[in-house]
């Protein structure tokens, strides 16, 4: 069954750094594009990033680049999201969800998701 | 490229065919793709380019479209598809949501 995993999530002041993970299981973690997807409070879905099967491909979303990184360790089936310099408008639920194929548009397993609240 | 989601809300009943529609800002070709999300939960993949449905997805599900317009239909709503209903393109980066529609009980 393939399962993804998130944790790391908190509270964190305001221009602060947090990293998430998400570890999977079930499938051959190396073989897919990951990404993260975000939602705030009460909000909508917000892509944030996405990284290829192999970690040599890397986007983000305009309102996280330059202080997001996205980068994946293949020897450990796990997902990391370094986040650095986090405003409230960051406040949400954030998502690991795993790529239908090595890079791919749409998203065929999501976790559950950990919360990062940024706040003072 | 912006998905344009309507209505974003609606009422029905049990039973109900419903139809939801998504409308790209530019042509995404087949590049749509369809989530569900029931209250407190993440959400789950139900059609993947425009018309696939996923697997263990309900057949009761159906898509259609391509180019700017498309369509989600719920042939026969049951209680369990109370909830919000997501587009997404995936033909280009940055990947875009629409903006929901929330499907509440009649």
């Known amino acids: 069954e393939v399962q993804v995993l998130e944790s790391g999530g908190g509270l964190v002041q305001p221009g602060g750094s947090l990293r998430l993970s998400c570890t999977a299981s079930?499938?051959?973690?190396?073989?897919?594009?990951m990404n993260w997807v975000r939602q705030a409070p009460g909000k909508g879905l917000e892509w944030v990033s996405i990284?290829?099967?192999?970690?040599?491909?890397?986007y983000y979303a305009d309102s996280v680049k330059g202080r997001f990184t996205i980068s994946r360790d293949n020897s450990e089936d796990t997902l990391y999201l370094q986040m650095n310099s986090l405003t409230a408008e960051d406040t949400a639920i954030y998502y690991c969800a795993k790529g239908s194929s090595l890079w791919s548009g749409y998203f065929d397993s999501w976790g559950q998701g950990t919360l990062v609240t940024v706040s003072s | 490229i912006q998905m344009t989601q309507s209505p974003s809300s609606l009422s029905a009943s049990v039973g109900d065919r419903v139809t939801i529609t998504c409308r790209a800002s530019q042509s995404i070709a087949n590049y749509l793709n369809w989530y569900q999300q029931r209250p407190g939960k993440a959400p789950e993949l139900l059609i993947f380019?425009?018309?696939s449905l996923q697997t263990g997805a309900p057949s009761r599900f159906s898509g259609s479209g391509s180019g700017t317009d498309f369509t989600l239909t719920i042939s026969s709503l049951q209680p369990e598809d109370f909830a919000i209903y997501y587009c997404q393109q995936g033909y280009s980066i940055p990947w875009t949501f629409g903006r929901g529609t929330k499907v509440e009980i009649k």
């Open positions: 990284i290829s099967g192999g970690g040599g491909n890397t």
């Open positions: 380019t425009a018309s």
């Open positions: 079930g499938f051959t973690f190396s073989s897919f594009a």
